[in-house]
């Protein structure tokens, strides 16, 4: 089992810049990729951002986010991070933590970010 953990969530102003990290424990030894998902109000998840967890660590992005965002990790610290640059109110979402590898997928409950103004 591995659990995840979100943390970093908040309000902005449209422009503004936040982290988000997850905190990872556990068995990861079957972990290939972590990635960020997010839910808009009224909306379907929709994948932001993922990241492979082995020897490489190659990203990949939503088009909506590329250039904004960033993932990166920390595998000595099992962490993941999104930094989240230009935030725009359309950002605004539950972002949540995933873990998957060969038939098995791990979810964190989610933190809220909301840009407004």
């Known amino acids: 089992q591995v659990q995840l953990v979100e943390s970093g969530g908040g309000l902005v102003q449209p422009g503004g810049s936040l982290r988000l990290s997850c905190a990872a424990s556990?068995?990861?030894?079957?972990?290939?990729?972590m990635g960020w998902y997010r839910r808009p109000p009224g909306k379907q998840r929709e994948l932001v951002a993922f990241?492979?967890?082995?020897?490489?660590?190659?990203?990949n992005y939503a088009d909506s986010v590329k250039g904004r965002f960033t993932i990166s990790r920390d595998n000595a610290k099992n962490m993941v991070y999104l930094q989240m640059d230009s935030l725009k109110p359309e950002d605004t979402a539950v972002y949540y933590c995933?873990?998957?590898?060969?038939?098995?997928?791990?979810w964190g409950k989610g933190t809220l970010v909301t840009v407004s103004s």
């Open positions: 995933n873990a998957w590898g060969v038939n098995i997928n791990y």
């Open positions: 990241i492979t967890i082995t020897s490489g660590g190659s990203a």
């Open positions: 556990g068995n990861m030894f079957r972990i290939t990729h």
